[in-house]
């Protein structure tokens, strides 16, 4: 099984660096590795000190780099939609290049990116992949967008390809506006047919997980802790923390660094606090800078020794169904107990609201519309209860059949 290992954290932490530490590590270990950035500001070349293409290139022995580029994978994976796209906007009278830059729609890049991913976990070749994600924002954006996209193929895509279909003969007979025909939905069907495999990859607790890296600064550890939330909403699965550019005691030592010092202490103890059992891993503030091979396995000697980037570093699952028959907690007629790791919230932050198959979760200014287990669709909500991080939903009474 190949094995997916997604960094993030707060721009400027050093996640890139982390990463590029990590897929080293592993391909010094045997592992057939794949490194590609899906940030838009790529570092992930600098941080190898090698030039990297759009296309996956090797770099050293087992180790594989790639820095996806916007233009490149639409041209790649959306050819023919962005064909008629431009087609409308030159009927419109837009410059081609105008037009060639406004094709680029929201949520395409993060499509993409996803793809690729896909691409290079069916294709049976790596034995790790290894994920160099853009900062936290646009992180999840990349990893709600199966969830998103999956709405809209359910919802939209059938209403327009049917007023489509009835509008078509109607608006040629009065313009000569392009309309987009079968092999454009087709093309755009293929590509969302592919989200639900790219969910069930992504949350898959066997194969994925995500690494957050951070500083020990206060506005760094809370979009951290905002993050670690995010993930458990979204059923993700974090097996570990780096804290990165921990100031050496030695350095700390020195007058100048006091109050630095008090804070960092401070900081880390914070960390320990709200990750819990969650692997914390530190990482100094080197007194030069880390890059290139020699550079990149200096910094995964201290984050990994001996240890493989591609283990496993906490194995609690992101949600769990099981039956009440035990649970002392259940209330009257409850049949299935869903159990979802949100940690660091209050149950003031927490609302829920199912409708159909589909559980609305909010917390805070975070939402999900989470697509029931099928163990669960035909059952209603009875209670919840947030408690040590976890958010405990009971379900029973069936409502069809």
């Given at each position: 099984?190949?094995?997916?290992?997604?960094?993030?954290?707060?721009?400027?932490?050093?996640?890139?660096?982390?990463a590029?530490?990590?897929?080293?590590?592993?391909?010094?270990?045997?592992?057939?590795?794949?490194?590609?950035?899906?940030?838009s500001?790529?570092?992930?070349?600098?941080?190898?000190?090698?030039?990297?293409?759009?296309?996956?290139q090797?770099?050293?022995?087992?180790?594989?780099?790639?820095?996806?580029?916007?233009?490149?994978?639409?041209?790649?994976?959306?050819?023919?939609?962005?064909k008629?796209?431009?087609?409308?906007?030159?009927?419109?009278?837009?410059?081609?290049?105008?037009?060639?830059e406004?094709?680029v729609?929201?949520g395409?890049?993060?499509?993409?990116?996803l793809?690729?991913?896909?691409?290079?976990?069916?294709?049976?070749?790596?034995?790790?992949?290894v994920?160099?994600?853009?900062?936290t924002?646009?992180?999840?954006?990349?990893?709600?967008?199966?969830?998103?996209?999956?709405?809209?193929?359910?919802?939209?895509?059938?209403?327009?390809?049917?007023?489509?279909?009835?509008?078509?003969?109607?608006?040629?007979?009065?313009?000569?506006?392009?309309?987009?025909?079968?092999?454009?939905?087709?093309?755009?069907?293929?590509?969302m047919?592919?989200i639900?495999?790219?969910?069930?990859?992504?949350?898959?607790p066997e194969?994925?997980?995500?690494?957050?890296?951070?500083?020990?600064?206060?506005?760094?550890?809370?979009?951290?802790?905002?993050?670690?939330?995010?993930?458990?909403?979204?059923?993700?699965?974090?097996?570990?923390?780096?804290?990165?550019?921990?100031?050496?005691?030695?350095?700390?030592?020195?007058?100048?660094?006091?109050?630095?010092?008090?804070?960092?202490?401070?900081?880390?103890g914070?960390?320990?606090?709200?990750?819990?059992?969650?692997?914390?891993?530190?990482?100094?503030?080197?007194?030069r800078?880390?890059?290139?091979?020699?550079?990149?396995?200096?910094?995964?000697?201290?984050?990994?020794?001996?240890?493989?980037?591609?283990?496993?570093?906490?194995?609690?699952?992101?949600?769990?169904?099981?039956?009440?028959?035990?649970?002392?907690?259940?209330?009257?007629?409850?049949?299935?107990?869903?159990?979802?790791?949100?940690?660091?919230?209050?149950?003031?932050?927490?609302?829920?609201?199912?409708?159909?198959?589909?559980?609305i979760?909010?917390?805070?200014?975070?939402?999900?519309?989470?697509?029931?287990?099928?163990?669960?669709?035909t059952?209603?909500?009875?209670?919840?209860?947030?408690?040590?991080?976890?958010?405990?939903?009971?379900?029973?009474?069936?409502?069809?059949?």
């Open positions: 099984m190949t094995r997916i290992i997604l960094y993030t954290g707060k721009g400027g932490v050093g996640k890139t660096s982390i590029a530490a990590s897929a080293l590590r592993a391909s010094q270990q045997g592992l057939s590795t794949m490194v590609l950035s899906t940030d500001a790529h570092s992930l070349g600098d941080s190898f000190d090698l030039p990297l293409e759009p296309e996956p090797l770099i050293a022995e087992n180790l594989w780099a790639q820095e996806c580029d916007v233009y490149y994978n639409m041209d790649k994976y959306w050819g023919t939609v962005q008629w796209l431009e087609s409308i906007l030159a009927w419109e009278g837009f410059d081609p290049i105008l037009a060639d406004m094709v729609l929201p395409m890049d993060e499509l993409a990116n793809l690729w991913i896909l691409e290079h976990h069916r294709s049976g070749k790596y034995d790790l992949i994920v160099d994600c853009a900062p924002a646009e992180t999840f954006r990349l990893l709600t967008f199966p969830e998103a996209g999956r709405w809209w193929l359910d919802k939209i895509f059938p209403l327009s390809r049917k007023i489509s279909g009835f509008a078509r003969p109607v608006i040629r007979r009065v313009t000569n506006m392009p309309m987009p025909d079968d092999d454009v939905f087709d093309a755009t069907k293929q590509l047919d592919q639900e495999k790219i969910q069930e990859l992504l949350s898959d194969s994925t997980s995500v690494r957050l890296v951070t500083n020990p600064e206060r506005m760094v550890i809370k979009e951290t802790q905002r993050a670690y939330t995010q993930l458990g909403l979204f059923g993700y699965r974090a097996d570990m923390v780096v804290c990165n550019r921990v100031m050496p005691e030695e350095v700390l030592e020195n007058s100048y660094f006091a109050a630095r010092g008090e804070d960092q202490k401070k900081y880390l914070e960390l320990s606090e709200i990750f819990g059992p969650i692997p914390i891993r530190t990482t100094p503030q080197f007194d800078e880390i890059g290139g091979i020699t550079g990149l396995s200096e910094l995964a000697d201290l984050l990994f020794g001996a240890e493989s980037p591609a283990e496993f570093f906490y194995d609690e699952l992101p949600f769990t169904i099981t039956s009440t028959e035990t649970n002392d907690e259940a209330p009257f007629g409850a049949e299935q107990l869903l159990t979802l790791s949100i940690p660091t919230v209050d149950k003031e932050d927490v609302k829920l609201n199912q409708v159909g198959e589909e559980l979760i909010e917390v805070g200014r975070y939402r999900r519309n989470m697509l029931l287990p099928r163990s669960l669709q059952r209603d909500v009875l209670s919840a209860k947030l408690s040590d991080g976890s958010l405990k939903i009971w379900f029973g009474g069936r409502t069809n059949g």
